[in-house]
């Protein structure tokens, strides 16, 4: 983390609390990355450990067998178990435990690209992406005329003011303040473009922020985006 503090160029921007609350969220996520990464080391080195030593038994119980039936077949003078066959028997069973590490190497290959795809998956958010845009499709063949009138290549607000609620931090909101918009005041932010905040304390930028970005909603005033 000190690392990524130090020469992330995202980071150079980043207040106090906004570091104290990435450090914090580093170290959680950390400690859970590492307490199921651990278990499913173990878990995937048991199966192929265990997996060796069924082979491993196999091929000792195979080799016991063809020993002692050898020993039978040349005492007996019979000839129907030859050092050929022995020899044939036990390469036998030792292939079959090298093949069968292989095929659960092969299994835990395979469920460890499975999850990394689910893992994968979940990160990209695919299902929640198609589907806000099947519903962006469906409202602009409903009503064109009503998207006619958005401007896409800015967002604005018109007096707009943010209360924060008592119990912020168990909606999850952070460290933000209240900010208002002067009256009689619309805001355009032009989009494509590097735009610089300034002024304030760090909470009331992370207040106009987040209503710029449109993860909260604001008590009083409104705006409009695409």
């Known amino acids: ?36 990464h651990g278990r499913t080391r173990d878990y995937t080195n048991d199966s192929t450990w265990i997996t060796k030593w069924l082979g491993q038994c196999a091929y000792i119980v195979c080799l016991s067998w063809a020993c ?40 835990v290959k395979l469920q460890r690209g499975s999850v990394s795809i689910l893992r994968v998956a979940k990160k990209l958010r695919l299902p929640e992406r198609k589907s806000l845009a099947d519903q962006a499709v469906a409202d602009l063949k409903a009503s064109p005329e009503s998207t006619a009138s958005i401007d896409h290549r ?37 989009l494509g473009k590097v735009v610089f905040v300034a002024g304030g304390s760090e909470g009331e930028r992370l207040t106009f922020l987040k209503l710029v970005a449109g993860l909260g909603q604001p008590t009083t005033g409104g705006g409009g985006g695409p």
């Open 1 to 36: 983390f000190s690392w990524l503090a130090h020469t992330g160029p995202r980071m150079h921007a980043l207040g106090v609390r906004e570091v104290a609350t990435v450090d914090t969220s580093f170290g959680r996520a950390t400690g859970t990355f590492c307490k199921w």
């Open 68 to 107: 002692a039936r050898l020993y039978e077949a040349r005492s007996e003078a019979s000839g129907t178990f030859t050092s050929g066959d022995c020899v044939l028997l036990i390469s036998l069973f030792h292939s079959f435990g090298k093949y069968l590490t292989k095929l659960s190497d092969s299994f």
């Open 154 to 190: 800015r967002i604005t607000l018109s007096e707009v003011s943010f209360r924060v609620p008592e119990r912020r931090r168990e909606q999850g909101l952070g460290p933000l303040a209240g900010w208002e918009q002067a009256r009689g005041h619309s805001l355009s932010i032009p």
